[in-house]
């Protein structure tokens, strides 16, 4: 299918990074991200510019943080597992602490 090829370079850093190649990801407040040289994209066209690829935009993610707590809130309330409602807060705690570096 036409986007088998690029699905491949995600296979293809994921595969890395389950090799134990920390040279292909990054840490960031919303996970693992690839660094810049982690996906191969020096063939593609028109080129792609990874620096705004991979940026996390901390204003945006703080929204999605708070519409992804008020969403498991409204479903589950009390009933939301202990562990997801830690994920969420440390996402929270992340964002904000990298959102002041800047």
Do not use: Y
Not at 13 to 26: E, H, P, T, Y
Request: glycine share 8%; with cysteine; aromatic share 6%.
């Amino acid at each position: 299918w036409p986007g088998f090829g690029e699905n491949a370079r995600i296979l293809e850093w994921i595969f890395k990074r389950l090799n134990g190649d920390s040279s292909v990801a990054r840490a960031s407040p919303i996970g693992m991200l690839p660094t810049n040289s982690g996906i191969r994209s020096n063939d593609l066209s028109p080129s792609v510019d990874m620096d705004r690829l991979l940026n996390v935009d901390h204003k945006l993610w703080l929204k999605e943080e708070e519409a992804i707590r008020s969403f498991l809130e409204g479903q589950l309330g009390k009933d939301c597992p202990a562990g997801i409602v830690e994920q969420i807060h440390s996402l929270r705690e992340r964002l904000a602490n990298t959102c002041s570096e800047e």
